[in-house]
């Protein structure tokens, strides 16, 4: 099924399985980080994440943009790469809940310059046929670094090493991802540069501007996925646990990923994005509900990684189905720019909520609004559909 991918794809896969892996043996343990060390909140966490999210979206559109304008990766490739490298195990020193949210927005910075050149340069390093499964593989390795992270976590924890410390270690496949991002070449035949860089969504097709306002409103379904791992905690699952439920997420996520994608070159990726977010609503509900044994919350964080396989590659294929390949930067920076922004809001009312009314509100209205984004799509996408098979 993957034979005959060109380097490049392998290559950003790779990257990106050596930055997962150092990202996320720390992502799972922030939350107790923010608890148990630094005495805050869901409120305090939100905040940290919604302006972490904001800070990388507002990067992408004008990474995404100047890549158009000048189609060379690797430059933005290895700065978004080598920032975080140096952020994530910087960690070890904060002492307080803003010098935390500092180095999560350096963190995000760091996304924010890679994310769309990189979407771009995978989609114009295969044919329009092979999409799906290029961004599968890539989310395939991306979830294999998800796995390794919070194994390696898990076993620092359970030899007594504390957070601090463990922070620290996620400098060593920070630089081995510096080092393999030098590497990293633009697909033969690459673009010249454009005369002048146009960023306006106004000037991409009607098809991709009806699909992203509907992706925003199913973002705001979506908080940090560090309130799943808060949940868990709050149902009483042991600290020594958190890692290896994340680690049961990516490894499902992992392995269905690649597979799910390179589906949705045969069947219409529609209807796996609007399966995967119908899937997002149940796993939601059920996690807001009275949930309390280790079994139930594995088995739906495992739920929640086939939603990341079924939707994950395909959101991304689409939106390159949907633009010129003249525009797929600019295009990936306006995807990754309103569903950032729209994650401010989205995890600051999560938290607000799971305050003011208990986790049980917040897991149930992300639920209710993920299924009328699911509804949504489906409806709006079949009346543009001939309009977006007519693009190039």
């Not at 158009?68 to 994530?88: E, K, S």
Request: hydrophobic share 55%.
């Amino acid at each position: 099924m993957i034979r005959g991918l060109p380097a490049t794809v392998w290559m950003l896969g790779a990257i990106s399985f050596l930055n997962d892996a150092a990202s996320d043996l720390v992502y799972p343990l922030v939350p107790l980080f923010v608890a148990q060390v630094l005495g805050a909140g869901p409120r305090a966490l939100g905040v940290i994440e919604g302006l972490a999210n904001a800070t990388a979206a507002l990067l992408k559109l004008l990474s995404g943009a100047l890549y158009d304008r000048f189609p060379r990766a690797r430059g933005w490739i290895l700065a978004g790469y080598g920032l975080p490298a140096v952020a994530r195990p910087a960690i070890a020193l904060a002492g307080s809940v803003w010098s935390l949210g500092v180095l999560r927005v350096a963190d995000r910075i760091g996304k924010g310059l890679r994310s769309a050149p990189r979407d771009a340069l995978l989609a114009r390093s295969v044919e329009p046929a092979r999409r799906g499964l290029a961004f599968g593989v890539h989310r395939s390795m991306d979830h294999a670094g998800a796995v390794v992270g919070p194994l390696a976590a898990a076993a620092l924890l359970a030899g007594g090493m504390g957070l601090r410390e463990i922070f620290l270690w996620t400098l060593v496949p920070g630089i081995a991802c510096v080092a393999l991002a030098l590497a990293v070449r633009e697909p033969p035949g690459a673009l010249a540069a454009t005369e002048r860089i146009d960023g306006s969504l106004a000037t991409l097709p009607p098809a991709f501007r009806t699909y992203l306002a509907i992706v925003a409103l199913f973002t705001l379904s979506q908080a940090s996925n560090m309130f799943l791992l808060l949940r868990a905690t709050q149902l009483g699952v042991p600290a020594a646990s958190i890692p290896l439920l994340w680690a049961v997420q990516s490894t499902i996520a992992m392995l269905l990923t690649a597979p799910l994608s390179s589906l949705s070159d045969r069947v219409p990726r529609l209807w796996l994005i609007c399966g995967g977010w119908l899937l997002y609503a149940v796993v939601f509900g059920l996690l807001g509900a009275s949930v309390d044994t280790l079994a139930g919350i594995a088995a739906l964080l495992a739920l929640y990684g086939v939603v990341l396989a079924l939707t994950e590659g395909v959101e991304k294929a689409m939106v390159a189905d949907l633009v010129p390949t003249q525009r797929l930067g600019t295009a990936f920076g306006w995807f990754h720019l309103v569903t950032g922004l729209a994650l401010v809001p989205a995890s600051a009312g999560f938290g607000w909520t799971w305050e003011r009314f208990g986790a049980p509100a917040a897991f149930g209205a992300s639920g209710v609004i993920a299924a009328v984004a699911a509804v949504g799509l489906g409806v709006s996408m079949r009346r543009t559909r001939r309009a977006s098979s007519a693009l190039p």
